[in-house]
């Protein structure tokens, strides 16, 4: 661990990390959904402002880990692999299942970044953080809410579906924060 990672605490390193992470493998995942799906196909225009508004997210967190010292998480690779995976198969089930993808990411994301702000409020260690995540948070929200508006659960086996894609993002967030 670098020196700066040492001087901001392991929980605020954990944060910057597991939300850059976070961000890159929503990327990922709009990359899947718009190769299948296509620039003209159902949601197309809004999938790709939803992605670019990830990279604008994940840009933002990796000159704050550049800045601060924080390392990667070890597991970019697989998070690539398995976010451009996830985001082809669900497209390939149909743009609803696509938009049952984002809704599902979005409430664990939604979840993830409101415990990190209690956490960065209690403490008022960290006000840059602390707002950059609560505007993230609401870009994150309004993902979600277009998602539902746009025919999330009616994906087949939506609440099957759901329930998976928020289990696997529970998952990367927790390796994500330690490896």
Do not use: K, N
Request: proline share 4%.
């Amino acid at each position: 661990m670098s020196t700066g990672a040492r001087a901001l605490g392991p929980d605020t390193a954990r944060m910057i990390r597991v939300d850059q992470a976070g961000e890159f493998g929503a990327t990922r995942i709009y990359a899947g959904q718009l190769a299948v799906l296509g620039d003209r196909g159902p949601h197309a225009a809004e999938i790709a402002g939803m992605a670019e508004e990830e990279a604008r997210h994940r840009a933002r967190f990796d000159e704050l880990m550049a800045s601060r010292g924080v390392r990667p998480t070890a597991l970019t690779p697989i998070w690539s692999v398995a976010g451009y995976a996830l985001g082809a198969a669900t497209a390939l089930i149909g743009p609803e299942a696509a938009m049952a993808c984002t809704a599902a990411v979005e409430e664990e994301i939604d979840r993830h970044y409101t415990r990190q702000l209690d956490a960065l409020d209690a403490s008022g260690s960290d006000p840059e953080l602390s707002g950059l995540i609560a505007e993230f948070r609401e870009d994150e929200r309004a993902h979600r809410d277009a998602a539902l508006a746009a025919g999330a659960e009616r994906a087949p086996g939506y609440p099957l579906l759901s329930g998976l894609i928020r289990l696997g993002c529970r998952a990367a967030i927790r390796l994500s924060e330690r490896v």
